[in-house]
């Protein structure tokens, strides 16, 4: 390859590489909003009086800052002993009902879906 050839390469790669950085703040911007309204409503429940026990400990790890409701809507917690403890509990007593569907899963389309 000659040095106009490796020129011309790189300004494709730089141009991709500026298009892949673009996508990716949309998705964070189109998502930021979306997840601190999940953020808000898991708390709402958490907090409610329809939540499990379960939840009291999630809610005291928030309060310390252990935990943020944000990162329980990003699903970044699930694995976490407390709030699989207090979603099984909600599940298992049927409290669930007062937890919007849409918390306990993501939609098909979304970005933050985990299959």
Do not use: K, N
């Amino acid at each position: 390859m000659t040095r106009v050839d490796l020129d011309a390469l790189d300004d494709v790669v730089d141009a991709d590489l500026a298009a892949a950085d673009r996508t990716v703040a949309e998705v964070r911007r189109r998502t930021e909003g979306r997840l601190r309204a999940e953020a808000e409503r898991w708390r709402e429940f958490a907090t409610g009086p329809d939540a499990a026990p379960e939840w009291r400990r999630v809610v005291e790890r928030v309060g310390t800052g252990e935990l943020c409701w944000y990162d329980l809507a990003a699903g970044e917690l699930w694995a976490d002993e407390d709030v699989a403890a207090a979603r099984a509990a909600s599940m298992a007593t049927r409290q669930a009902a007062a937890l919007p569907d849409d918390l306990d899963e993501e939609p098909a389309d979304s970005p933050l879906r985990r299959d």
